[in-house]
C-alpha cells in the first residue's frame, strides 16, 4: 500500500517561508517523479512543482517561479518544497503526488498522478 504523508504546513506571514515534507512509503520512490499542487478555497487544483526520478529535472508552475523550490532525498524516501517570499495568494491545501509511471520527469497534469497525500494547510496572512 502506497502512502504519502505531508508535513510543514502552517500560518504564516506575508513574506516568509515554510518548508512542506512529504514522506513516502511502499512504493520504490527513487523510481518515479513527484509533484506538488496545491487547492485554495472554491478554486481547482493547480500544479506548483515537479521533480523526475532522479532530482536531476525541476519544473514550476509561472506563479510560484524563483520563490519555491522541489528537492528530493531518495535516502529517505522524501520530496521537500521550500517556499519562500510567500504570498497571500500561496494560502492553500498542498498535496504531494507520485507519478504514475516509471523514470518520470515530472508532468504538470494532475492525471499523471496515482497517488497522493491528504494534504497539509499552508495560510499565509497579509
Known amino acids: 500500500q502506497v502512502q504519502l504523508v505531508e508535513s510543514g504546513g502552517g500560518l504564516v506571514q506575508a513574506g516568509g517561508s515554510l518548508r512542506l515534507s512529504c514522506a513516502v512509503s511502499g512504493r520504490s520512490f527513487s523510481s518515479y517523479a513527484m509533484g506538488w499542487f496545491r487547492q485554495a478555497p472554491g478554486k481547482e487544483r493547480e500544479f506548483a512543482a515537479a521533480i523526475s526520478w532522479g532530482g536531476r529535472s525541476t519544473r514550476y508552475a509561472d506563479s510560484v517561479k524563483g520563490r519555491f523550490t522541489i528537492s528530493r532525498d531518495n535516502a529517505k524516501n522524501t520530496v521537500y518544497l521550500q517556499m519562500n517570499s510567500l504570498k497571500p495568494e500561496d494560502t492553500a491545501v498542498y498535496y504531494c503526488?507520485?507519478?504514475?509511471?516509471?523514470w518520470g520527469l515530472g508532468s504538470q497534469a494532475a492525471g499523471s498522478y496515482d497517488y497522493w497525500g491528504q494534504g497539509t494547510q499552508v495560510t499565509v496572512s497579509s
Open positions: 503526488a507520485v507519478e504514475r509511471t516509471l
